[in-house]
């Protein structure tokens, strides 16, 4: 069992960069699939980026593909999202997640959720 805590987000103008990271408090990610979620004001969670454990594999929403990196390393514990490029549109809380398998775009197979970083981009 792991508990995600992400870290990372704030208040950055368009065309600029965030880098969220997720840790866990408890337990240790190197075990999961790493996911990214974001859920803006009035919309549903979606889907952003995932890593399988062994970082062989990324998923990548369209949206995001070419401007975020998610990545891992298993020895601190830690997955990264790294922003650039970003876009008021990017605007939402980023929820980090554990899940079993391969790797996944899907919320429901995801186990373990963090409680969110707020990301605002200003135009």
């Known amino acids: 069992q792991v508990q995600p805590v992400e870290s990372g987000g704030g208040l950055v103008q368009a065309g600029g960069s965030l880098r969220l990271s997720c840790a866990t408090s408890?337990?240790?990610?190197?075990?999961?699939?790493m996911g990214w979620f974001r859920q803006a004001p009035g919309k549903e969670r979606e889907f952003v980026a995932a890593?399988?454990?062994?970082?062989?594999?990324?998923y990548y929403a369209d949206s995001v593909k070419d401007r975020f990196t998610i990545s891992r390393d298993n020895a601190k514990n830690t997955v990264y999202l790294q922003m650039n490029s970003l876009k008021p549109e990017d605007t939402a809380s980023y929820y980090c997640?554990?899940?079993?398998?391969?790797?996944?775009?899907?919320?429901?197979?995801?186990?373990?959720w963090g409680q969110g970083t707020q990301v605002t981009v200003s135009s």
């Open positions: 890593i399988s454990w062994r970082s062989s594999r990324t």
């Open positions: 997640a554990a899940g079993p398998g391969g790797g996944s775009y899907y919320s429901i197979d995801y186990n373990y």
């Open positions: 408890e337990g240790t990610l190197s075990m999961y699939t």
